[in-house]
């Protein structure tokens, strides 16, 4: 049998933490292309929002060394990265610079970058967003987006871009600050590009596999919305073999041997009562809505739901309102949320990706991921350095660069959201080797 003459992508992630720009360039730079050993492609480059006032100095710098025909990065709040004893850091609200080098043979890249005027309107034809991004859909390309958080049609944006390449993968992040606030930035090439998008699109051999952990527990059961306007729940259905649903819902549901319609408020009243004493003190300040992505789904399961914020209630209608558009129809489940859930979520997610990886014919050899973390993950919400990464790396022993978002892009069934309080993982490898 002919021996294949693919030749083997690879990838090499550098972190420092000088605090002197030109001192941390330096360092990633002769970091990775050690590592690498090859001449790379593509660059992707994360840097603290503490060298913020120095933005515009860094892509001259780096390509200075590199050279490089793509470039791309963001600043942020806290960025990740592969230290000098090849362990992945998460390093927040100090100086840090990560930076990624990627040897990719056969594979064709295509950046860009687009403010929110280039967007065409969401009833334009998918021919206008394939003109816009310059790849056409049947190349699959595989998409890598950072975004200032300053961009106004985020939402808009992923739309449209599912429209044109429905069985693309897309995924990313907000740009951030750190606590005290400040500028923001991404770039591309050699410049920073204010309020706008940056991006990759990859075709040929490689793919970019998804791990969405959202860090939330479903608490009751689904309701069917039946009534709602935009964002707002206005009545939700349950069934009558929802066996626990409490008091006075249940019997009638049981007894009926019919659906029963009541307000949502009148849901999560029956539910709470139901919660253990921990778990009502948490929904007095985490508690979420969970929507359903495949409305044909039965068994539901961690990565079947799209989660949103609990934004209001009005105690006369009984209605609530949440992060997201709804219409009748839909499912939805209460949510909670804290570290130990978020934890387990993750864990869960990154044992069903390696048995999934189990079955690749060539491993997880030559791959590399990207980490697109919520800034209110990390130290905060764990109360430890390096969670999220250090579980990553458990599983999965490749390089890991990434930072902490405003807002992380990836998918929910068949559709790309702009999610919170979310680490979302793009796992990058050769569709064939």
Request: hydrophobic letters at 35%; a negative charge.
């Amino acid at each position: 049998m002919a021996e294949s003459t693919t030749k083997p992508m690879r990838w090499a992630s550098a972190l420092s933490q000088r605090p002197s720009l030109e001192a941390a360039v330096k360092e990633v730079v002769e970091m990775a292309q050690d590592d690498l050993r090859a001449s790379p492609d593509l660059g992707l480059v994360f840097i603290s929002s503490a060298f913020a006032s120095e933005y515009s100095r860094l892509m001259p710098l780096l390509q200075e060394q590199l050279g490089l025909p793509t470039l791309i990065g963001c600043g942020a709040g806290g960025v990740v990265g592969m230290n000098a004893n090849h362990q992945a850091e998460e390093i927040e609200g100090e100086p840090a610079l990560s930076l990624t080098l990627g040897y990719l043979p056969d594979v064709e890249i295509h950046p860009f970058h687009l403010s929110a005027d280039d967007l065409p309107d969401l009833d334009s034809s998918p021919d206008q967003w394939v003109e816009l991004i310059g790849v056409k859909p049947e190349d699959q390309p595989q998409f890598i987006l950072l975004v200032d958080p300053y961009f106004s049609q985020i939402n808009d944006f992923l739309q449209g871009l599912d429209y044109a390449y429905p069985g693309s993968v897309k995924v990313g992040g907000l740009a951030s600050t750190g606590v005290m606030g400040g500028p923001t930035g991404v770039f591309c090439g050699s410049r920073l590009y204010p309020e706008s998008i940056v991006g990759l699109a990859l075709c040929g051999n490689i793919v970019i596999e998804t791990i969405v952990a959202q860090g939330c527990r479903p608490i009751g059961h689904p309701y069917r919305v039946t009534q709602g306007e935009r964002n707002i729940v206005l009545e939700v259905e349950t069934q009558p073999e929802d066996s626990d649903f409490s008091g006075t819902v249940r019997e009638i549901a049981s007894s009926s041997g019919v659906s029963v319609r009541l307000s949502p408020l009148e849901a999560l009243q029956d539910l709470v009562q139901e919660l253990s004493e921990e778990d009502r003190q948490l929904a007095q300040n985490s508690l979420f809505v969970g929507v359903v992505r495949d409305e044909f789904k039965q068994t539901l399961e961690p990565g079947d739901f799209l989660i949103r914020n609990l934004i209001g209630v009005d105690p006369r209608a009984g209605a609530i309102a949440i992060g997201d558009r709804v219409r009748p129809g839909q499912r939805i489940q209460f949510h909670l949320r804290d570290s130990r859930t978020s934890a387990e979520d993750l864990e869960l997610l990154m044992e069903r990706y390696q048995r999934q990886a189990s079955s690749f014919p060539q491993g997880m050899t030559n791959a590399a991921a990207l980490m697109f973390s919520c800034l209110g993950r990390g130290e905060g919400l764990y109360g430890e350095p390096n969670f999220d990464s250090g579980l990553f790396r458990r599983y999965f022993n490749i390089p890991l660069s990434g930072f902490f978002c405003n807002g992380e892009i990836g998918p929910v069934g068949n559709g790309t959201f702009l999610h919170g309080y979310t680490s979302v993982f793009g796992i990058c490898r050769q569709r064939k080797q």
